[in-house]
């Protein structure tokens, strides 16, 4: 084993605490003026089944790119598999397991795709997970006009709306992918690799690294990640929507929850739990505008002012790390 597979993954900015526990002070003061509760049942159940769909994408996501690389096929990929999921389940309870194991292995063939475009043809990450993510599209308006399969009702019960007091039971999906990924970016020598080809792809190469495997597994894994998102979305509509990832923005605002989060989109720093933190930082800006019934351009306005804010903070501190 190299010395550099020993290298501990780099901890996520505990920036983006701060920033949530202001956001959450301060919305909870405006909302109260306003003559609201933000911190009630309703609105917390809400904002966690927010944070659950774009969490699974956004941990996907981290791992590419912590390793250099990007997904922008994740949106296509969620659309493909809430359809996937519903028209082979069709409102059967017994194929709910069939339908997920499905699920999976066609997002991981997307991934695998992906990453092979990356790493074998050398394609850059951006054009070839965006031109993977406009085939799907070709496919999904093509064949298929509007929603399509149904949602076995178990699984809808349970992932889609069942919870343990506040705490909705794909949140608790969500804690156990973020926990699967901590584990293995901390324990593993996968994770200690991705950190180094991410950091310096020809230095980890020269330390005995396989780059491409280590990219083509973070591709896969991001994908499978997308799978997971879409089977929970399923579960919350009760048929296939495909359109609903692209609607969402889960690519633009996964790659947001990342940054904010503390993973520089150059790779090699960074880590799930600070991306954990973005996702129930936008969720909860959600919840304070919806609250105040802001207008939805505003929204906009205001998360990308915030993501801006985000990415200038961190430059400016790796800038004086590097003058130090």
Known sequence: MSALSLLPARRPVPGVFVALTL???IGWLVVLIDGG?????????????????????????????????????????ISLSTLVAAETM??????????????????????????????????????????????????????????????????????????IGPVPVSFLLLVAVTAAA???????????????VGGDPEVARLSGVRNDRVLVTAHVLCSMCAGLAGVYLASRLGSGAPRVGTE????????????????????????????????????????????LEVDAFFKQVIRGAIIIAAVAVYARRAMRKAAA
């Open 248 to 291: 969402g923005l889960y690519d633009l605002e996964s790659i947001a929850a990342v940054v904010i989060g503390g993973t520089a989109l150059a790779g090699g720093r960074g880590g799930v739990i600070g991306t954990v933190g973005g996702v129930v930082l936008l969720a909860s800006i959600d919840a304070i505008f919806n609250q």
């Open 23 to 25: 956001t959450l002070a």
């Open 37 to 77: 509760q933000l911190f009630n049942q309703s609105t917390t159940v809400s904002l966690l089944h927010v944070a659950a769909g774009l969490g699974l994408v956004a941990v996907g996501q981290t791992l590419v790119i912590l390793g250099g690389s990007l997904d922008l096929s994740v949106a296509y990929v």
């Open 182 to 196: 901590w584990f293995a970016l901390s324990k593993t020598r996968f994770g200690h690799h991705l950190v180094a």
């Open 90 to 163: 069709n409102g059967n309870d017994g194929a709910v397991l069939p339908a997920i194991g499905l699920v999976l292995v066609v997002s991981a063939g997307i991934g695998l795709f992906n990453g092979l475009l990356v790493t074998k043809l050398r394609v850059n990450a951006f054009i070839a997970t965006l031109g993977v993510g406009l085939l799907l599209k070709g496919y999904l308006d093509n064949g298929y006009d509007g929603p399509a399969g149904t949602t076995a009702p178990a699984l809808v019960q349970s992932l889609g709306y069942q919870r």
